[in-house]
């Protein structure tokens, strides 16, 4: 026997803040977070007398009927209520997603100040990955010029999340994208294949050339008129040259380690940005040269 059924009509009055419904299903779902169980006819009476909903008695037990099939709803001796466990997952859910923006605070500050000059740092390069995503590659870019970086390895997409995906996603179909790369080996290669790839499933366009001499000291991402330079510590440039070379194959090589690198190291990485078009277009015409 169905939980609801245990107990009498419940009330909640006006103690449950609510939203004008959008649709028939969420003027239902509106009624009965305040009163519950409720018969099919007091479900009616309410979404007439609260919501001014105007739809036949029908529609209104056909919506029921559909709504509990799918376990958005409980019905017992004719009383629906709203369903335990889609109340459950629909909690889990939101937990979920307040964790995701918890951990990921650039998706809640993508419009972060745009000075002409700014200095961040971040613990984790995933952190650094995000500030990217979120916010840097956002910058104002109305000339559409194209986008250029130098990189000491290429920037692995390995362990990004669909929305963070969907953020590089639209700066590679946005405008056309140079990567000059120091390293050329087999991990590189395979990450910068990679992104490739997604650029030409999106009609866009990423070129990249391999063991060319930048990077040296540290990246730089050109988007727009901005320049940013980002230095990591030398231990872990090592550790990553070190690891991305030593596997000759797919099979050797430890995505275990690239996943924790990535995602859980403490890795102290500066970024400096600074808003110089000329400084942007002499970088932009120098990488662009490599390609010709």
């Known amino acids: ?6 107990y009498q009509p419940v009330s909640l009055g006006t103690a449950v803040p609510t939203v004008q419904p959008k649709s028939t299903r969420d003027a239902i779902v509106s009624v009965l977070s305040l009163d519950w169980p409720l018969t099919l006819t007091q ?5 007439k007398s609260r919501h ?3 739809v036949s008695y029908q529609a209104i037990h056909k919506s029921l009927r559909q709504m509990a099939a799918e376990g958005i709803l409980s019905c017992t001796d004719r009383k629906y209520a709203l369903s335990p ?4 997952n629909l909690r889990n859910l939101v937990s979920s997603l307040e964790k995701s923006l918890n951990e990921n605070p650039f998706q809640e500050n993508a419009e972060m100040p745009r000075q002409d000059y700014a200095k961040y740092g971040f613990e984790t390069i995933l952190d650094f990955y995000r ?10 870019n109305e000339a559409g010029k194209p986008s250029v970086f130098h990189w000491k390895h290429v920037y692995s997409l390995i362990g990004l999340s669909r929305e963070e995906l969907h953020r590089l996603a639209r700066l590679v179909s946005r405008t056309e994208c140079y990567i000059l790369v120091n390293s050329g080996g087999m991990m590189d290669q395979c990450h910068g294949n990679a992104l490739a790839k997604m650029a030409e499933h999106l009609g ?6 391999y063991n060319a001499l930048v990077a040296l000291d540290s990246d730089v991402l050109v988007v727009g008129d901005y320049v ?3 230095y990591f510590p030398t231990q872990a440039r090592e550790e990553m040259l070190y690891k991305l070379n ?9 995505l275990g380690w690239l996943l924790e690198f990535l995602h859980e190291k403490p890795v102290s990485i500066k970024v400096q940005v600074v808003r110089d078009a000329e400084l942007a277009d002499q970088i932009r015409e120098e990488t662009m040269a490599y390609f010709e």
């Open 131 to 140: 500030f990217l995503l979120f916010n840097y590659f956002e910058y104002p």
């Open 85 to 88: 466990r889609w109340l459950k």
């Open 52 to 54: 001014g909903v105007e």
């Open 204 to 209: 866009a366009s990423v070129k990249l050339r």
């Open 43 to 47: 479900v009616y009476s309410k979404l």
């Open 1 to 6: 026997m169905d939980l609801v059924t245990q």
């Open 246 to 254: 030593s596997a000759s194959n797919l099979k050797e090589f430890d």
């Open 228 to 230: 940013a330079r980002a």
